[in-house]
């Protein structure tokens, strides 16, 4: 059941997930479609998440997107390319490459006691590798001593790639094509943002093994949505995932169709990532406990780093 309208206003609209924009010249979505779409939104009770441009939209279109109750992607939640210097009280997006983020670790870390909430987006996730491994873990490790710290001191910040993992207790990916959809501003659908970048790229289309083109589109404003083969991007269809226990995991669809050509098939590289940042949150988790912090759940200690590893268990 689609849950959330993601809505990008603007053909320049702002990325927040790995796959960069290549659009530089501006096109608001028609303000006909922008009430259809929440006229949908309102009838199929879906919560509307706005993408933004870096400019400042008319008047008429504010006037209309404040009719519905949403969240501002771009305003409320700021996505930037490079670390501020501070960013206390704000949630933030930072869209960086592997080595930019671990280059800037320690600015980083000094953001980590004063936000509510970080995300950090690899947006070259394809590149990572196990001889990067060490590296991600000490870089990790340094984030925990931080955060460890400032829950001592009575701060609550929350950071996707260390907290989030502490407090499920299921897989909470990112559900594109399944509890949300993307409208762009041509007026139509995209299981994410990161098809429609690839349709303006010119990108072949593998979704759901279709025959090579770039036309990404899953319906229209007007026709309604129409997903082929819909389940194939459920969870209880993803045999890989269902012995995953790194609930954080993006399982990010648009890099499974880039990088395995299954949409449904997290690669290496995602699982990789997903499995240090999840050792790490168990080693951050046992030292709260420790420290006599009530926390609610258990990660248990595991002895690999892909779920393919473990294939007996499929």
Known sequence: MIQYLVILLDKTSIAYCHSDNPSTERELMPLDVLRKAIRLGMRENMMIQYVYPDYDLPKEYEEVIESIDHVKIGHDIEVLTTVPTSAKGKSLVLRLRYAEMTKARYEIAALLPDVNRLNITITDIEDFDDSKNEEYTATLELWSKVLLQAYKE????????????????????????????????????????????????????????????????????????????????????????????????????????????????????????????????????????????AIDNDIKAIDYLDPFEVKEEY
């Open 154 to 293: 009575g701060k609550q910040p929350q950071f996707n790639l260390l907290t989030d993992r502490i407090k499920l207790k299921e897989m909470h990916n990112c559900g594109a094509g399944v509890s949300n959809i993307t409208l762009a501003p041509n007026g139509k659908f995209y299981l994410c943002q990161a098809f429609y970048f690839a349709e303006l790229r010119g990108e072949n289309n593998h979704l759901n093994h279709q025959f090579k083109n770039c036309n990404y589109a899953v319906g229209d404003i007007d026709n309604g949505i129409d997903i082929p083969n819909q389940q194939l991007l459920r969870l209880d269809h993803a045999p890989l995932c269902h012995i995953c226990d790194a609930y954080h995991c993006h399982r990010c669809i648009y890099l499974n169709q880039k990088l395995t050509w299954d949409n449904n098939t997290p690669s290496h590289q995602q699982c990789l990532m997903a499995h240090l940042e999840r050792n790490a949150a168990r080693n951050l988790m046992l030292k709260m406990k420790a420290e006599g912090m």
